[in-house]
Structures are given as structure tokens and as C-alpha cells.
T-cell receptor, first 112, second 114 residues
């Protein structure tokens, strides 16, 4: 079966670093995506990992370990505008096309 | 380049009615996917269309259907609406239908079923 787990909620303060973990089980892993979704808005693409290792993009980095079925999103120098839901999504090789299987999201609250 | 657009943005219907939602993908994108988002279940995949053909379908009843036109615009239809169909319906477009392609989401249609 397919299953994606991530924490429901996290809190942090401005300027801090936060790590949002995601574990997944799929029959045929074919890529992992992170999206950010502010309340009432569309999910926006943050990062894509298909090979093991760290992908860095400005204040955001994403890590993947395929053998452990594990990824994390690292957010540095947190800002109030980073308060949002962060969605981990996996693409399964057993499905045709570009369908994504999403976790239920982690709501991050950043306080001053 | 304009993003993914969805119409209408908000919709209120009653049980038993049917509804049609529209999605225009990013220019040049040929794949359109639909998702349902609810607080309890999160984002769930409905179906994907590529070159007017359904490529993939999620685990939803037959009341949910869709189609894609030659200009890549897509519509989804929900017949015999139920209270549980109240949700945010998101459309996402991809340049092709390749495994490495990124999906870009539209703002969604908020459907309320009374």
C-alpha cells in the first residue's frame, strides 16, 4: 500500500531553524515533492528529490533517503510569512502519469 | 506566463444537484490533474488527463468524472452531489506526463454542498 506520514503541527520562532520530517511507504518510489500552502491559497512547489541527498534552494533544503523511506524539509532563518502548511508528496512508479500521493500536511506556526 | 486558472472560485449547491468545474492549465502544459482537498483527508488524487485521454484515476466513485479538450483545458463533473463532496477542488498542470515533471496548482474551487 501507500502511506505518507508527517507531523500534524509544529511551532517555531522567527530566525530559528525547523525540520519537518516525512516518512513514506510506496510500492515503487518515483520522486518526492514538497509544497507550501498558505491558508486559502494554492499549494506552491518548493522542492523535488528523486536521488538520495540534500537539495538546497535558498533558505529551504530538502533531504531524501530512499532506503529509509524518509525525507525532511529544512527551513532556515524562519520568517513570519513561513507560517503555512507543508505538504510532502510522493510519486509512485506503479501509477501512470504524474499523480501525487500526499501526506496530510504539517501546519507550521512561526511566532515572533 | 499566466498560472493555472480555475473557475468558478466558489460554488454552493444542494444535495442531488450536479456541478461542473473548469481548469485552464499553464500555456504549453498538456497534463491536467484534479485533486480533492478536505480537512480530514488532505489532498486526494481524482484523475489525470493528458492529450485528451485519462491517464490515471484515483479511488473515487463514478459520480466524479472529467474530460480534457484539444486546447488542454479540462473540466470535472460531479453528479448527484452529497454533503461529503464539500471540499476544495484543485487542478494542477504539468508540461508533459513524465515522472520528473512538477505539478503547478491553481487556486481551487471551493464547493459547498448544502
Amino acid at each position: 500500500g501507500q502511506n505518507i506520514d508527517q507531523p500534524t503541527e509544529m511551532t517555531a520562532t522567527e530566525g530559528a531553524i525547523v525540520q519537518i520530517n516525512c516518512t513514506y511507504q510506496t510500492s515503487g518510489f518515483n520522486g518526492l515533492f514538497w509544497y507550501q500552502q498558505h491558508a486559502g491559497e494554492a499549494p506552491t512547489f518548493l522542492s523535488y528529490n528523486v536521488l538520495d541527498g540534500l537539495e538546497e534552494k535558498g533558505r529551504f533544503s530538502s533531504f531524501l533517503s530512499r532506503s529509509k523511506g524518509y525525507s525532511y524539509l529544512l527551513l532556515k532563518e524562519l520568517q513570519m510569512k513561513d507560517s503555512a502548511s507543508y505538504l510532502c508528496a510522493v510519486r509512485d512508479r506503479g501509477q501512470a502519469g504524474t499523480a501525487l500521493i500526499f501526506g496530510k500536511g504539517t501546519t507550521l506556526s512561526v511566532s515572533s | 506566463k499566466a498560472g493555472v486558472t480555475q473557475t468558478p472560485r466558489y460554488l454552493i449547491k444542494t444535495r442531488g444537484q450536479q456541478v461542473t468545474l473548469s481548469c485552464s492549465p499553464i500555456s504549453g502544459h498538456r497534463s491536467v490533474s484534479w485533486y480533492q482537498q478536505t480537512p480530514g483527508q488532505g489532498l486526494q488524487f481524482l484523475f489525470e488527463y493528458f492529450s485528451e485521454t485519462q491517464r490515471n484515476k484515483g479511488n473515487f466513485p463514478g459520480r466524479f468524472s472529467g474530460r480534457q479538450f484539444s486546447n488542454s483545458r479540462s473540466e470535472m463533473n460531479v453528479s448527484t452531489l452529497e454533503l461529503g463532496d464539500s471540499a476544495l477542488y484543485l487542478c494542477a498542470s504539468c508540461r508533459t506526463s513524465g515522472s520528473g515533471d512538477t505539478q503547478y496548482f491553481g487556486p481551487g474551487t471551493r464547493l459547498t454542498v448544502l
